[in-house]
């Protein structure tokens, strides 16, 4: 179905709070009356996020593991773009991808078709992580040059914080000192005056976490200016100036929330920070998931606003997080959320639009569409989407895999049904 929408001379904030209606009659009949919802089951739509995750992330991990994926990986730019690809694209490729997979990779072994395709996942990713800082490896990663490599090294370092035992300990001792010294090396650059800060002291905190010399420095400022940027009920600057763009889930709420627990857990340490503020970091990231619960319309689109959408399903790492963590508000129930995002990794993967011939992602939204990426926007960059998948980090017997399917909230708004009213929670 084709909708048409008329332009409208509104600020870009009352877009979001728009759009349910412009996609809500996805949900109703054409007397107002809710369309039957799709049988479904919450064990099918966890083998199509596996099957989703799967065909995204397997050809950086496999080619990473064969030494290939410099190779063979596309250096697809956006217009205009202005950095060294060369230098850059390939680590933000590892990076983004191990930091969605990770949650999984995280979970035991076991005999079905799922754990065999994890345990093959995880053992060609522990090979690529050993190639990735071997100097005589085709495929080892730049961490000296540019300035780009702070944002993809926090991802790395996010993805041994979520999978440890996975992904970290398994390591030889020198793989794991090529990373420290890598994480190291990034001191003497500084990048933008933003949500890089996150970056940077999460990489720290992650030395704090296995023991490592560590900057409190940088930590201390990130959680400092991050307090200064916070504007109220769950939204935070990026810098002096707001924007209204996905960076709230892209960076700043796992990773600030990370970080805090992260410091909490290894206390005593040079920087201080207090149970309060990580139950507020939390609160913040929880209340900011029911926007992100919110903004799915009845058909599972969402809206495409703002810098860097290329990431596609990025913008829900926020909401999957909370589902991890199994801090979903009382009013939001955990299928709700497995269903609403079920529909939109269907919209977004089931499909060849966003995959070359040779299954890597092309720039675009919801297709092949250049234009839509930013001056920084590489294809390596494009697999942040794999941290749309968080919840895949909760085993099947989970209820959020395991209790029925329920409609989400804009499908229940615009279908007549009883929806809890929103209001601004300050925290």
Same mark, same amino acid.
């Given at each position: 179905?084709?909708?048409?929408?008329?332009?409208?001379?509104?600020?870009?904030?009352?877009?979001?709070?728009?759009?349910?209606?412009?996609?809500?009659?996805?949900?109703?009949?054409?007397?107002?009356?809710?369309?039957?919802?799709?049988?479904?089951?919450?064990?099918?739509?966890?083998?199509?996020?596996?099957?989703?995750?799967?065909?995204?992330?397997?050809?950086?991990?496999?080619?990473?593991?064969?030494?290939?994926?410099?190779?063979?990986?596309?250096?697809?730019?956006?217009?205009?773009?202005?950095?060294?690809?060369?230098?850059?694209?390939?680590?933000?490729?590892?990076?983004?991808?191990?930091?969605?997979?990770?949650?999984?990779?995280?979970?035991?072994?076991?005999?079905?078709?799922?754990?065999?395709?994890?345990?093959?996942?995880?053992?060609?990713?522990?090979?690529?992580?050993?190639?990735?800082? /071997? $100097?005589?490896?085709? @495929?080892?990663?730049?961490? =000296?040059?540019?300035?780009?490599?702070?944002? +993809?090294?926090? %991802?790395?370092?996010?993805?041994?914080?979520?999978?440890?035992?996975?992904?970290?300990?398994?390591?030889?001792?020198?793989?794991?000192?090529?990373?420290?010294?890598?994480?190291?090396?990034?001191?003497?650059?500084?990048?933008?005056?933003?949500?890089?800060?996150?970056?940077?002291?999460?990489?720290?905190?992650?030395?704090?976490?296995?023991?490592?010399?560590? /900057? $409190?420095?940088?930590? @201390?400022?990130?959680?400092? =200016?991050?307090?200064?940027?916070?504007?109220? +009920?769950?939204? %935070?600057?990026?810098?002096?100036?707001?924007?209204?763009?996905?960076?709230?889930?892209?960076?700043?709420?796992?990773?600030?929330?990370?970080?805090?627990?992260?410091?909490?857990?290894?206390?005593?340490?040079?920087?201080?920070?207090?149970?309060?503020?990580?139950?507020?970091?939390?609160?913040?990231?929880?209340?900011?998931?029911?926007?992100?619960?919110?903004?799915?319309?009845?058909?599972?689109?969402?809206?495409?606003?703002?810098?860097?959408?290329?990431?596609?399903?990025?913008?829900?790492?926020?909401?999957?997080?909370?589902?991890?963590?199994?801090?979903?508000?009382?009013?939001?129930?955990?299928?709700?959320?497995?269903?609403?995002?079920?529909?939109?990794?269907?919209?977004?993967?089931?499909?060849?639009?966003?995959?070359?011939?040779?299954?890597?992602?092309?720039?675009?939204?919801?297709?092949?569409?250049?234009?839509?990426?930013?001056?920084?926007?590489?294809?390596?960059?494009?697999?942040?989407?794999?941290?749309?998948?968080?919840?895949?980090?909760?085993?099947?017997?989970?209820?959020?895999?395991?209790?029925?399917?329920?409609?989400?909230?804009?499908?229940?708004?615009?279908?007549?049904?009883?929806?809890?009213?929103?209001?601004?929670?300050?925290?």
């Amino acid at each position: 179905m084709i909708y048409m929408i008329r332009k409208l001379q509104l600020p870009v904030l009352l877009l979001l709070l728009l759009w349910g209606p412009v996609n809500g009659q996805a949900g109703r009949g054409q007397k107002g009356t809710p369309v039957p919802t799709v049988v479904t089951t919450g064990a099918k739509d966890r083998a199509q996020w596996v099957k989703a995750l799967y065909k995204i992330a397997w050809p950086v991990v496999h080619n990473l593991a064969a030494g290939t994926l410099k190779k063979n990986l596309p250096l697809e730019q956006g217009p205009d773009y202005n950095l060294v690809v060369k230098d850059v694209t390939y680590l933000e490729a590892v990076g983004r991808t191990v930091a969605g997979i990770a949650p999984w990779l995280e979970l035991p072994d076991d005999a079905t078709e799922e754990g065999a395709l994890r345990a093959k996942m995880r053992r060609e990713l522990l090979q690529g992580l050993r190639n990735a800082v /071997d $100097p005589e490896n085709p @495929d080892c990663l730049n961490f =000296k040059k540019q300035n780009q490599p702070i944002v +993809d090294a926090a %991802y790395l370092s996010h993805a041994f914080l979520r999978a440890p035992k996975a992904l970290w300990e398994p390591l030889d001792s020198l793989t794991k000192r090529r990373y420290i010294d890598a994480f190291k090396s990034l001191r003497n650059r500084s990048g933008a005056y933003n949500n890089w800060l996150v970056f940077a002291a999460l990489i720290e905190g992650f030395l704090r976490y296995i023991g490592e010399d560590y /900057d $409190p420095v940088r930590v @201390d400022y990130a959680l400092n =200016k991050m307090k200064d940027w916070y504007t109220g +009920d769950s939204w %935070y600057k990026d810098g002096d100036l707001f924007s209204m763009d996905y960076y709230n889930s892209y960076v700043i709420h796992p990773m600030l929330t990370d970080l805090i627990r992260t410091l909490l857990e290894k206390r005593p340490g040079k920087v201080h920070v207090t149970t309060r503020d990580y139950e507020t970091a939390l609160s913040r990231m929880v209340r900011h998931a029911e926007f992100l619960e919110r903004i799915i319309g009845p058909d599972g689109t969402y809206p495409a606003f703002g810098r860097s959408v290329t990431y596609r399903t990025a913008a829900f790492q926020a909401l999957g997080q909370v589902a991890l963590m199994e801090k979903l508000p009382e009013h939001i129930q955990p299928a709700q959320v497995r269903c609403a995002l079920t529909k939109v990794i269907t919209n977004m993967f089931d499909g060849n639009q966003n995959f070359d011939a040779n299954g890597w992602l092309v720039l675009g939204f919801n297709g092949h569409q250049p234009m839509m990426a930013d001056v920084y926007t590489s294809t390596g960059s494009l697999y942040m989407a794999t941290l749309g998948f968080l919840p895949l980090g909760l085993p099947a017997d989970n209820k959020f895999w395991t209790d029925p399917p329920a409609d989400w909230t804009s499908k229940r708004a615009w279908s007549g049904q009883p929806v809890k009213k929103d209001y601004k929670v300050e925290y």
